[in-house]
């Protein structure tokens, strides 16, 4: 069902390819970390987009980055496929870069390897797909804007089979702080029978990548406070209460080795035996650089939740180190939580944790009367950031895009029931449609990092899915 729509898609883009990463290069160059840039981002899309005969506006909420949204009309009676990606990017600090972030080069390998820089190609020149584009925003996530108009210039003239509706946003890295609010405002105008979340990268292996779903984030953190200031150890050691040791003692009563939670209230439904068993045939990263514990894959652990120390704070060590008792400590935890727990409630529970566990909770700084009456005295700050999500692994619309990947990609993909991670996709709830998340970047681009890369090869391929979810 795809072929006829690949065949011209690659096609295409064999005939300008050169043409395709110029169109790129001139996207790249515009900066796309602070709201002027975000702006001229928004606009360079619209324009692009109705340049190519999509119907494209930029929309935006007072306070709150632009949205590029619209609609590429297919066949009437033919399904509508949604798409979302995001042109906003983490900072980029020129001094760790090989080429400054927002002027594009190119090179015919990795950066790392000691590629060097190479000319833009011309018009009629070949292409190697191992070629790789370096800039920030180009693996996380502009090449995935770059292939929505690549798909839609292999189309021009001809209607698509079947329709578009598309989302790009501008605030992904800020945490997408009122894409609820858009989708909710936009939501007669994205309807869709299934969204393609296009945003990360594919398999370590290379494989192509299908996730049905993320974990959502709750964070929190704990201090524990003990005398109103630093003691001297030798006299108060074995008697004043030492914040860092009680708050140690604490957190490791939180969570096992594997950073499973153990505190009562985060139980996890049981997610099935199809989504267990696709989990556990995802293969593994072939060096994560460190020993494992010889338990379920990082995949089969995703399907729950997940109890992270991100830090430890009290006093100094090394050469800050003194032979105090310290006055407070604090620890910075990030919950991970699998689809169906509610992330205010995951706080709450961490909260009644810590008082039975004997600590008196306060909000701010105890004063001495409380320092008196209670040896166990804790603050508890919480955030609960967003729900996890996850579509049926036999969802009819997500089935489709799975058959549209393996057409695009020549193999069948890594099917992964959730990531590990967190979005916040709950939002896509406003739009009442299933949603999957499909990756075109390659998994060593340095997303957020340095040296931002995108391999050609990639690109193409995203090109050629957009183009058979068209078909």
Known sequence: MFEEALTESRRYREAVAPEILGSLAEFLAIPNVTPGGLDRNAIWIRDELMRRGARSAVTQIPGAAPLVFGRVDG???????????????????????????????????????????????????????????????????????????????????????????????????????????????????????????????VHPNGSPVVAFGVRGMAEIEITVFGPPGDLHSGHFGDWAPNPAALLSGLVAGMRDEAGIPTIEGLAVSDPGEAARAAAAAVPEPADPGFAGDGGPSPWERALGSMLNVRGLAAAGVGERARNVVPRAATASLDLRLAAGQDPVGAVEAVRRHVAAAGFHLVEDEPDDTVRRAHRRIARVEGRAAYPGVRTALDDPGAATVVAAVEAAAGAAPVVIPSFGSSMPLHHFAALEAPLVIVPIANHDGNQHGSDENLRVGNLWYGIDLVAALLG
């Not at 992904?172 to 869709?192: I, N, Q």
């Open 75 to 201: 066949e009437p009676g033919g399904p509508t496929i949604g798409l979302y990606a995001h042109f906003d990017g983490q900072p980029a600090d020129p001094s760790g870069w090989s080429s400054p972030p927002f002027t594009p080069t190119l090179r015919p390998g990795k950066v790392e390897d000691g590629a060097p820089v190479i000319p833009w190609p011309v018009p009629g020149e070949r292409v190697d797909p191992d070629w790789r584009v370096y800039a920030r925003g180009s693996a996380d996530d502009r090449g995935a804007v770059a292939a929505l108009l690549g798909a839609l210039d292999a189309r021009t003239g001809r209607r698509p089979a079947a329709s578009l509706v598309f989302a790009l946003e501008a605030e992904e890295e800020a945490g997408s702080p009122h894409l609820g609010e858009y989708l909710g405002l936009l939501a007669d105008r994205l309807r869709a029978d299934v969204w393609v979340v296009c945003d990360g990268p």
